[in-house]
């Protein structure tokens, strides 16, 4: 694995740390729409990139061996990372994230704050898998270049700087010490590199099923976006408003053209 290969795997999670560092320069928790903004904006990315990054490459690879019918291994691979991700929700209690913590005492704030990291780590195991596939694709000489794994990692990067905020800042609302809650939005972040590695050393065996990881790793990505990032930003009742849906359109259109002119 080359220095390249490296630095593109550890992009994201400078991403998650960056955004985690807001907690020593913001005094108070983000607003409810700035949350709700960024949070269609990581939705925009992260569909963007599930298209240009994943998918298309996925049908591209299978292209040679399937001709009119390349779709069924990126239909098949979608298809499993929707139940895995299905699975995993299920199967480990969590919150989904919620922007807006209930007044009460601190220690419930400080539980519920708890239960979001943990629903933050969760998601980006899949955000870690479709950085590895990629990557994996790029070394191994597939249909993937090391400038669209590279494109996928910054997209993936600028949806987790968000993501680090909403961590760090409500941890420090409740009363943890700054450093601690940076330190947690950190180590929400620490297993997408990991996750990347695991599925780059496992993609080596793999490469037959490359476009069925890559498909699959996009179908993971559209279940976060669609059961916990799209009703964030959009919200309910008297917390809706339309700025999730702008960030959405912003977020979709930047990573579409970084994948598309650099790719």
Do not use: C
């Not at 729409?33 to 299978?62: E, H, R």
């Not at 993937?144 to 990067?157: M, R």
């Not at 941890?171 to 950190?186: C, E, I, T, Y």
């Amino acid at each position: 694995m080359n220095l390249q290969a490296i630095i593109g795997l550890l992009i994201p999670f400078i991403g998650t740390s960056l955004g985690a560092a807001l907690v020593y320069v913001m005094k108070d928790e983000l607003s409810i729409k700035v949350q709700k903004s960024l949070s269609g904006f990581a939705a925009g990315v992260m569909v963007a990139a599930s298209i240009w990054s994943l998918l298309i490459p996925a049908i591209d690879m299978a292209e040679g061996d399937m001709g009119r019918m390349s779709f069924i291994p990126a239909v098949i691979g979608f298809m499993v990372g929707i139940i895995f991700l299905l699975f995993l929700d299920n199967a480990i209690p969590h919150q989904h994230i919620d922007s807006d913590l209930p007044e009460g005492p601190k220690n419930e704030s400080l539980r519920k704050t708890t239960m979001m990291v943990l629903a933050v780590v969760i998601h980006n195991i899949p955000e870690g898998m479709a950085v590895g596939v990629t990557f994996a694709g790029a070394i191994y000489g597939s249909e993937v270049s090391l400038t669209q794994a590279i494109v996928l990692s910054i997209g993936i990067a600028i949806q987790n700087f968000p993501e680090g905020a909403i961590i760090s800042m409500p941890l420090r609302s409740v009363g943890v010490d700054k450093n601690k809650a940076f330190g947690q939005g950190v180590l929400s972040g620490a297993v997408e590199p990991i996750a990347a590695i695991i599925t780059i050393l496992l993609s080596t065996i793999m490469i037959p099923i490359l476009p069925y990881l890559l498909a699959f790793a996009a179908g993971a990505m559209f279940y976060v976006v669609v059961e916990e990032l799209i009703p964030e930003a959009t919200g309910e009742g008297e917390a809706h408003t339309n700025v999730g849906t702008i960030g959405f359109s912003i977020g979709f259109l930047v990573m579409m053209v970084l994948d598309v002119a650099l790719g």
